[in-house]
């Protein structure tokens, strides 16, 4: 099978794509940067300690000063999974329900591809989008050891991975919303409320006991929510959790995508 | 698999198209009803109606981009969702309402199309681009409407395809283009393509087709030869009088419908023989006669005009 579509779709948004790469290592590179001048700073530490609540708010809790706490709640509790849901969301709503109301599905699903065929591409581009902004923010962390910052790499790898995942499932579960209703304004606003009601619950899970007892229902949990920065979980389950759900968000797309009327 | 070429049992060459009691729903007003519609091979079929007829969603049943309420379809021998690919492979489809990729030029769209497809091939599409003058070297949403239309029409032809599903081809393009377009029908259709061509204008496709079929409120209301068509068109009879006639009388004559009248002068359509016309005219003292031969405009706008008189009613 080509790779035309993908590759049709990866180079209509070459430039967001560009553009959040570039932003996302800045400003990765800036908190790596930064890091010497906070690392002895123990108010930092006090604040989370005086105000857990509105702390876990935002994705700290615990040391933020530790290397650990540092990259979490400066990149991957919050600033990472954004960026690079803001490309898989805004893809996967797009690539069937998007492209179906301007009207350029139309020619690409003429080409000689079943449905499926189609679908996997869209699903490809879906994980190159879903890969691109952790795997700059991880290339960003090799440049830590000069800043006194030296994380976990084991852990890096870890939440650089499941981040990646954690941005494919929302992408397709925008891919298969897109796909059942045809509507790519649908699509966003599913795939955005579930992301955004799945980060408050991983974000206040460690802070908020009723919600720390539904925790597993967020995806963030599974991605960022569960120490994967430190190592403290078996990294098998939070794969095994993404993966499971982002193959079964893919068979409804496809479902959905194979009785969707093309315009 | 069943080519375009291949023979049924009876001698008949088999349809590139078969619509059977075809039906899309979208609403009580909307999609079409019960179309049945066969499409001779290595001809050109005129698809006619008006904007909103249901053209463009009997088109895209016929590729399989629409599930349909109810009714078979078979195009090339082929269920367009069950061999979708194996169909598309032989199938090049330009839409009514072309979208293309903005940012791209019309050289990556293409190169992207081409490499989709496997074609190794691209004399076609470098002799089509020159002979349109398709400008490919800019970015799509930089081009007139026209220019991005080229671009669409290169993309249907290029792969040389068994059957060609035009929807509004000419929309956009200048008359000599036209011209040229329909100059390239033709040798298409020699080289042994079967083309469906959709239009809301009976002028653009009356000289190139060979059947046709006209669409109206989701319903075929023709579906004929152009011969066929045009034996059963009205033809346009203008009399002179040297008095006001009664035109209730001529109104009344069977096939004969009242256009235009003023003091002395009267303006019939009529379908089928004219001796009632000419029996009334010479009772009336007709001075002079104008008559034109038949033509399918008008019956065309026979159907146009039978729809707004069912929305005034």
């Known amino acids: ?263 | 698999m069943v080519r375009t070429g291949a023979v049924t049992a009876t001698g008949n060459p088999e349809p590139a198209v078969r619509l059977t009691h075809l039906t899309k729903s979208f609403g009580p007003r909307r999609g079409i009803r019960g179309v049945d519609l066969e499409v001779n091979p290595h001809q050109v079929f005129g698809f006619l109606g008006p904007n909103g007829a249901g053209k463009s969603t009997t088109i895209r049943l016929m590729l399989g981009l629409y599930h349909p309420t109810s009714g078979t379809r078979q195009v090339l021998g082929l269920d367009p969702v069950r061999d979708h690919a194996e169909l598309m492979r032989r199938v090049g489809y330009l839409p009514g309402e072309l979208t293309l990729f903005g940012r791209l030029t019309g050289q990556e769209i293409l190169d992207r199309f081409a490499h989709a497809r496997a074609m190794t091939d691209l004399s076609t599409r470098r002799d089509l681009a020159q002979r349109f003058g398709a400008e490919l070297d800019r970015p799509v949403r930089t081009l007139s409407k026209g220019n991005r239309q080229k671009i669409g029409l290169l993309l249907a032809f290029q792969h040389r395809p068994e059957l060609l599903v035009l929807d509004e081809p000419t929309s956009g393009l200048d008359p000599l283009l036209q011209d040229e377009f329909a100059q390239l029908l033709e040798e298409v259709v020699a080289a042994g393509s079967t083309v469906f061509l959709s239009s809301h204008d009976l002028a653009e496709v009356q000289r190139v087709v060979h059947q046709l079929a006209i669409i109206r409120e989701g319903q075929i209301v023709a579906a004929d030869s152009v011969e066929g068509l045009r034996a059963r068109a009205p033809r346009v009879i203008e009399l002179l009088f040297p008095a006001r006639p009664n035109p209730a009388t001529y109104a009344a004559l069977p096939g004969t419908e009242l256009r235009a009248t003023d003091s002395r002068r009267l303006v019939l359509a009529v379908t089928g023989p004219v001796t009632p016309v000419l029996a009334a005219a010479a009772k009336d003292g007709a001075e002079d006669i104008v008559a034109r031969p038949a033509d399918l405009d008008e019956l065309f706008l026979t159907f146009y005009a039978d729809k707004e008189s069912s929305h005034d009613a």
């Open chain 1, 1 to 263: 099978m080509t790779l035309d579509v993908a590759r049709l779709d990866l180079r209509t948004r070459r430039r967001m794509l560009i553009g959040c790469m570039l932003g996302i290592a800045a400003y990765a590179f800036l908190i790596v940067a930064i890091y010497p001048a906070f690392e002895g700073d123990a108010s930092l530490n006090q604040m989370t300690q005086d105000n857990p609540t509105m702390a876990a708010l935002f994705g700290a809790t615990g040391s933020l000063t530790s290397t650990a706490g540092w990259l979490n709640a400066n990149l991957y509790a919050n600033f990472v999974p954004l960026i690079a849901l803001l490309l898989t969301v805004g893809y996967g709503a797009g690539a069937i329900a998007g492209q179906d109301e301007d009207g350029s599905l139309g020619l690409t699903a003429t080409l000689p591809l079943t449905r499926r065929a189609l679908l996997l591409q869209k699903t490809v581009t879906l994980m190159a989008l879903a890969v691109a902004v952790p795997a700059v923010t991880f290339l960003c962390l090799l440049a830590g050891p000069a800043f006194d910052l030296d994380p976990d790499w084991a852990g890096a790898v870890a939440v650089t991975a499941t981040t990646c995942l954690l941005a494919w499932d929302l992408g397709l579960l925008a891919l298969a919303i897109g796909a059942a209703t045809g509507s790519r304004g649908i699509a966003l606003g599913v795939a955005t409320t579930v992301a955004a009601a799945g980060y408050l619950i991983s974000s206040l899970a460690p802070a908020v006991h009723g919600v720390h007892a539904i925790r597993w229902a967020s995806p963030f949990y599974w991605a960022v929510g569960g120490g994967q920065l430190t190592g403290a979980g078996p990294l098998w389950r939070d794969i095994a959790a993404l993966v499971g759900l982002g193959i079964l968000l893919d068979l409804a797309a496809m479902r959905a995508f194979e009785r969707l009327d093309v315009h």
